[in-house]
């Protein structure tokens, strides 16, 4: 289990999954942005908005049609069981229904946040 990397490191929370799968979760930047969208979720939220919000922070704001399908494509046929198989979410009614946040995004939300700001 990956926890703090450092003293006083970068995550409150440990993060139960191995370094390899940590590294092959975020290699894509997709899934790096519906990890900080379902750290950020409370409770529930429609496979749609996960989209919409992923679709905005890829292309922006006046993300077109064709690339909203092309997010959403890609997370109905592979994201989401990539993200529930890491606890990142829930899709008990599969890919297109509802997702739950799980117990892995908000710690490796924090995680990718501080990678950030060092980065810079």
């Given at each position: 289990m990956l926890g703090r990397l450092l003293t006083g490191g970068p995550v409150s929370e440990p993060i139960a999954l191995s370094r390899d799968d940590l590294f092959t979760l975020c290699?894509?930047?997709?899934r790096r942005h519906a990890i900080a969208v379902m750290a950020e979720v409370e409770t529930a939220i429609p496979m749609?908005?996960?989209?919409?919000?992923?679709?905005?922070?890829e292309f922006g704001p006046n993300a077109t049609t064709n690339q909203r399908t092309t997010v959403y494509t890609t997370f109905y046929q592979q994201h989401v069981s990539v993200l529930e198989d890491a606890d990142v979410l829930s899709a008990p009614d599969g890919p297109s229904?509802?997702?739950?946040?799980?117990e892995n995004a908000p710690?490796?939300?924090e995680l990718l946040t501080y990678v950030d700001e060092i980065s810079d």
């Amino acid at each position: 289990m990956l926890g703090r990397l450092l003293t006083g490191g970068p995550v409150s929370e440990p993060i139960a999954l191995s370094r390899d799968d940590l590294f092959t979760l975020c290699r894509v930047e997709r899934r790096r942005h519906a990890i900080a969208v379902m750290a950020e979720v409370e409770t529930a939220i429609p496979m749609r908005t996960l989209v919409e919000e992923v679709t905005a922070r890829e292309f922006g704001p006046n993300a077109t049609t064709n690339q909203r399908t092309t997010v959403y494509t890609t997370f109905y046929q592979q994201h989401v069981s990539v993200l529930e198989d890491a606890d990142v979410l829930s899709a008990p009614d599969g890919p297109s229904g509802v997702l739950y946040p799980g117990e892995n995004a908000p710690p490796i939300a924090e995680l990718l946040t501080y990678v950030d700001e060092i980065s810079d």
